[in-house]
């Protein structure tokens, strides 16, 4: 499966942006989602993740109440709303998809989970 990641750009601090990320090439549903994003000089770390139906959603701690993701499976989409957003939240932000079975609905938090990465959209929170 291909991604590409969007909707990234500057914003003030307490602004909003949403992310959208559109993948291509193979049955969207059958993917668990997640976004990661990665800082200057710092590792990729996780931000949210989905499951394959959407049901099961997680978060890090650092964005839990100001961010939110879901996905539309009939665009084969998953987006990122980020409120609230925070100098320290300015990162290129990676959205990353798994393949699961049917049955599987869990969301994962590891990047090692995930086998495909889409090519990242940057946000710049400025103070």
């Known amino acids: 499966v291909q991604l590409q990641a969007s909707g990234g750009g500057l914003v003030q601090a307490g602004g909003s942006l949403r992310l959208s990320c559109a993948a291509s090439g193979r049955t969207f549903s059958n993917y668990a989602l997640g976004w990661f994003r990665q800082a200057p000089g710092k590792e990729r770390v996780f931000v949210s993740a989905i499951s394959r139906s959407g049901g099961i959603t997680d978060y890090a701690d650092s964005v839990k109440g100001r961010f939110t993701i879901s996905r539309d499976n009939a665009k084969n989409t998953v987006y990122l709303q980020m409120n609230s957003l925070k100098p320290e939240d300015t990162a290129a932000y990676y959205c990353?998809?798994?393949?699961?079975?049917?049955?599987?609905?869990?969301?994962?938090?590891?990047?090692?989970?995930?086998?495909?990465w889409g090519q990242g959209t940057l946000v710049t929170v400025s103070s």
């Open positions: 990353a998809a798994v393949r699961v079975d049917y049955a599987d609905l869990r969301a994962y938090t590891s990047r090692w989970s995930y086998t495909y």
